[in-house]
């Protein structure tokens, strides 16, 4: 969006102070605003070998864990889920979705060990709504004016402000890939046949788009 300064003679906001009018008026802005809510993560993984790579969302699972376990990790803290799956999220990354909530279709053979289930499909939907990556809210702006100099010369000054409220704003996803099909019992890390094996499910890294940037032109037109 661009528009004039209101500032100014024959502007609403018409000023009495020749200064000021000079100062405030004659000024085109520019605003570019961004407001979104986050994109839909791809869920995928605790299906080794299956048809389609997809697994099945457990029916009453919550798909975020508790809040306390919400908040940034350093990749030594060992989680439980609610489930009894024990992960350790990567460092740096922060926490939000259960992987507790999905689960691959397994089956046992005669000699007792687990195998994937090749010929199942999952019921999951590949994307949901409630698994989503950070939503953006961006104010970008930018002043110019032209002044002119002598008759056929001008002087045109103009600032652009990237991020112009200097909002933190993540600029990746959510893990939504649930690594390989688990196939045996693990008492230790909560593993049973069916689980996927990512530690790193329903988690977003720091990475976050530009901070806050301004530039200045003045150049002359002749």
Request: glycine share 28%; hydrophobic share 25%; proline share 0%.
């Given at each position: 969006m661009t528009d004039e300064s209101p500032f100014g003679a024959g502007k609403p906001l018409a000023l009495s102070n020749r200064f000021a009018r000079t100062v405030a008026g004659g000024w085109n802005v520019g605003t570019v605003i961004i407001a979104q809510s986050g994109m839909p993560s791809v869920i995928s993984g605790a299906s080794t070998g299956a048809m389609v790579a997809r697994p099945d969302r457990i029916p009453g699972v919550s798909l975020t864990v508790p809040a306390a376990l919400q908040h940034w990790y350093d990749g030594k803290t060992k989680v439980t889920l609610p489930c009894g799956l024990v992960v350790t999220p990567g460092k740096n990354t922060f926490l939000e979705y259960n992987a507790c909530a999905f689960q691959g279709e397994v089956m046992q053979a005669s000699n007792g060990n687990f195998i994937a289930d090749q010929f199942w499909v999952g019921n999951a939907d590949p994307t949901t709504g409630d698994l989503r990556g950070p939503g953006r809210f961006n104010v970008d702006l930018s002043l110019r004016r032209t002044f002119p100099l002598r008759e056929r010369v001008q002087l045109q000054i103009a600032a652009d402000a990237v991020n112009l409220l200097n909002h933190a704003e993540l600029s990746g996803a959510f893990s939504g890939s649930l690594g390989n099909t688990n196939l045996t019992n693990n008492p230790a890390g909560g593993l049973v046949p069916g689980y996927g094996?990512?530690?790193?499910?329903?988690?977003?890294?720091?990475?976050t788009l530009d901070p806050r940037q301004i530039t200045m032109h003045v150049k002359v037109v002749f």
């Open positions: 094996n990512s530690t790193n499910f329903g988690t977003i890294g720091v990475g």
